[in-house]
């Protein structure tokens, strides 16, 4: 800080000039402040992203090291970083300053192959959810997301009807639904088929199934199927 006795500017007779930076608040006492002086004086890296608000609709501008901002227009000027959105892939720690990030995405970056499937790791006692590759994810939750891979399973066993019954299959349809409850199909206008299911993996939990539907399969799903014959 100069001082008038050293023949130079005296911060203390000169009106201070007020910033925010990252939430807290500071004087300043010169018109002009760098991208790197306001790092400096938050304590932010170097290699951070600064961005100086600006009122809506507007887009805030990208304050660079060596960059000049006029703190002396109207109001006090806020600015802030970017804070990159932590995540990781079986085991392996990512970042990125994208919100959303696609299935395809994952396996891509975790160069997961094929046959395996990708779940994101949830808290007890929810269930991990099942990530298919068209499937968008929300980065910005609370907390880091964490996602990992493992040998897709084909072969399962649902309930149909009250009785265990082996499936291979991701998908099983309508009427192979019916099939499994009762041996067959039968085409017959007077016979109505219901079918309901429970248990389902995150992209049917539970519902009902008309004919020509058809819906993922997760261990231990529970289907019920009734016939009603209108003749």
């Given at each position: ?29 010169e ?14 890296p ?6 100086l ?61 094929a ?6 790791d ?8 099942l ?31 009250g ?10 349809s ?13 085409e ?44």
């Open positions: 800080m100069f001082t008038q006795k050293d023949g130079q500017d005296d911060h203390s007779k000169r009106p201070s000039l007020e910033l925010i930076i990252e939430g807290k608040k500071f004087e300043w006492f018109q002009f402040i760098t991208g790197k002086q306001l790092k400096e004086l938050r304590g932010l170097l290699d951070c992203e600064l961005f608000d600006i009122v809506e609709p507007w887009k805030d501008d990208a304050i660079l090291n060596d960059e000049t901002v006029d703190l002396a227009r109207p109001g006090i000027e806020q600015f802030y970083i970017k804070q990159k959105l932590k995540y990781s892939i079986d085991g392996k720690n990512f970042e990125t300053d994208k919100q959303y990030i696609k299935g395809s995405q994952i396996r891509r970056q975790g160069n997961i192959a046959d395996f499937q990708i779940y994101l949830n808290k007890q006692p929810w269930e991990d959810d990530i298919e590759d068209d499937e968008i994810v929300d980065l910005a939750r609370p907390g880091k997301e964490k996602f990992y891979s493992k040998k897709e399973v084909t072969e399962f066993i649902i309930i149909v009807n009785r265990e019954k082996q499936w291979n299959q991701k998908t099983i309508f009427k192979q639904v019916v099939e499994l409850a009762f041996g067959n199909y039968q017959n206008p007077n016979t109505v088929y219901t079918v309901t299911y429970a248990k389902g993996p995150h992209q049917n939990p539970e519902g009902s199934m008309v004919k020509g539907d058809k819906v993922f399969v997760t261990n231990k799903m529970v289907f019920n199927v009734t016939a009603t014959n209108k003749s």
